[in-house]
């Protein structure tokens, strides 16, 4: 028999923290085996009772929770979960959270608080099983060993102006996508990309990587019509497909049933671009868990894309990759630092016969 997760709750509420308690005791396979009220409580009880998870509240006295998140992904890296409430603040803090370091994040109405997060309960455990998979220690030294990248990736002369990149990310694709993005030339083809991430943080993740990119990055819309040099991400709790509109290419949003759980979902974007691009497409698929985006990923190879996964070595979770892999639906497993190298390559090429 495995051994439980074991569990810290740092958060200030009393009331929070026995909600957390509940929840996730009453979970087989979670241990709580510590809770703490403050930064200096938390700090000993992480260095004491080593916890494979820790769940950390945006706010916190004394120390907010991203000063003490960078502390813990410098010093002791840990899967962490973000507890955040819905304020416009806490949704900014929630998002950079994510930049920082946690795994994912849970968002909790500040009205009715138990209701909220009993509703809440089952994303919860979720996240929390996920947390304790996730190769944080391994993703962030990765990254820091990195070596040095030109600004953006080498442009060709013979980037095709038809050309449609795909990519789905979940857990870790706040850092992955930020990193591939800040690399990718302006004259790049249009990205449509689909992140499993709370309503409430898409609109600042899209504002995020625009300040960082020499792409123009924004929340797409329905029958937005894309262009080269954007990248157009699936608002939070709406599908986003590539869809063929008087022979230009334009994106629909639609908030239909969730696919794997998710909506967006990866797999109803990459199924679009099959049907809609096929060879003219490229596919990424990033880290995560679950298998959103397995099936979509392998109608796009089916159909002659070019296909990507992020390799396990760089994957904060490799699970989307690993069964996208599984299914033969990747014809490239791409360390992290050469995804955008891999991207402009692959918009660099005709491809007129089908992958299988």
Known sequence: ????????????????????????????????????????????????????????????????GLSFLEKIMRLRPTPVVMISGYTKDNSDMAYRALEIGA???????????????????????????????????????CLSRSAPVPTTAPISAAMLTNKVICIGASAG??????????????????????????????????ERLDEISELRVQ?????????????????????????????????????????????????????????????????AILTGMGRDGAEGLLAMRQAGALTLGQDEATSLIYGMPRVAAELKAVERQVPLRKF??????ACSRRRTTKSA
Do not use: W
Request: charged content about 25%; aromatic content about 4%; proline content about 5%.
């Open 1 to 64: 028999m495995s051994k439980p997760i074991k569990v810290l709750i740092v958060e200030d509420s009393s009331v929070m923290r026995e909600i957390l308690m509940d929840i996730l005791s009453g979970e087989s396979g979670i241990e709580v085996v510590g809770t703490a009220p403050d930064v200096q409580i938390a700090r000993r009880k992480i260095k004491d009772l080593d916890p494979d998870v820790v769940t950390l509240d945006v706010e916190l006295p004394g120390m907010n």
């Open 340 to 345: 955008a190298e891999e991207i402009v390559e």
């Open 103 to 141: 795994v994912d994040v849970v968002g909790k109405s500040t009205v009715n608080l138990d209701i909220s997060l009993a509703e809440k309960a089952d994303e919860i455990i979720q996240k929390v099983k996920a947390a304790a998979r996730a190769n944080v220690a391994g993703f962030r030294s």
């Open 173 to 206: 694709g706040v850092e992955a996508m930020r990193y591939i993005i800040e690399k990718l030339p302006s004259r790049c083809p249009p990205i449509l990309y689909a992140q499993h991430m709370p309503q409430e943080f898409t609109r600042r993740f899209a």
């Open 219 to 283: 929340e797409a819309a329905n029958q937005m019509e894309i262009s080269a040099g954007h990248v157009y991400l699936a608002p939070g709790g709406s599908h986003l497909q590539l869809e063929m509109l008087k022979g230009t290419y334009v994106c629909r949003v639609d908030d239909g049933s969730r696919i794997n759980g998710y909506r967006p979902s990866i797999d109803v974007l990459f199924q679009s671009a099959a049907r809609i691009a096929g060879a003219n497409a490229v596919g």
